[in-house]
């Protein structure tokens, strides 16, 4: 049962309705001083997906930038040294 928020008698419910996701949105009056509000009700399971669709989210970008971590690393590293004899004689030289 709600109380009222202004006065915290007894309320009744006048209406019901189903929100676009199927949440119910409720019309109410308190029974003392007659002030009229509305009550929504979410669903569990909406809140349990929301959860997990957020953590799946938040461990796939951090998947993202290790991997980006990775990449640039590899693109950042050196190439080998000037002096090497393979790389001077063969002009095989990585260039990244």
Known sequence: MFLCPKCGGETSVNSSRRTL????KRRRQCSACG???YTY???KTEIEQRDFLEKTLE??????NLFRERITSIIT?????K???DCTENNSGIDL
């Open 21 to 24: 996701k199927n949440n119910e």
């Open 35 to 37: 002030f009229k509000f």
């Open 41 to 43: 009700e979410i669903l």
């Open 59 to 64: 461990n796939l970008l951090y998947e993202v």
């Open 77 to 81: 590293t050196p190439s080998l040294p």
């Open 83 to 85: 002096d090497c004899q």
